[in-house]
């Protein structure tokens, strides 16, 4: 299940910042949903922060700062 949100995530910080408005408060969302089924609750916060502003570029970058680092410690757990 953890495999399978990290890939989510991935996926959406790969195309959070270029895609339009619309799109981007979509994967948002979908973001949202999925991060907190995961307890990474600080991915969610950040994912709700994107829908309230979605043209603030610090808090994409935020974004895919947090979906690296949730990354890298599903993959420490999972050695």
Excluded: W, Y
Excluded at 14 to 28: F, M, P, Q
Excluded at 36 to 42: K, P, W, Y
């Amino acid at each position: 299940m953890l495999a399978l949100f990290v890939q989510q995530a991935l996926s959406v910080r790969d195309k959070i910042v270029d895609a339009d408005l619309k799109d981007r408060l979509l994967l948002a969302h979908g973001l949202k949903g999925s991060a907190r089924g995961v307890g990474a609750f600080a991915i969610a916060d950040c994912a709700t922060e994107i829908e309230r502003s979605p043209e603030d570029g610090q808090t994409l970058k935020r974004l895919g700062k947090l979906i690296d680092e949730v990354r890298d410690f599903i993959a420490a757990i999972n050695r």
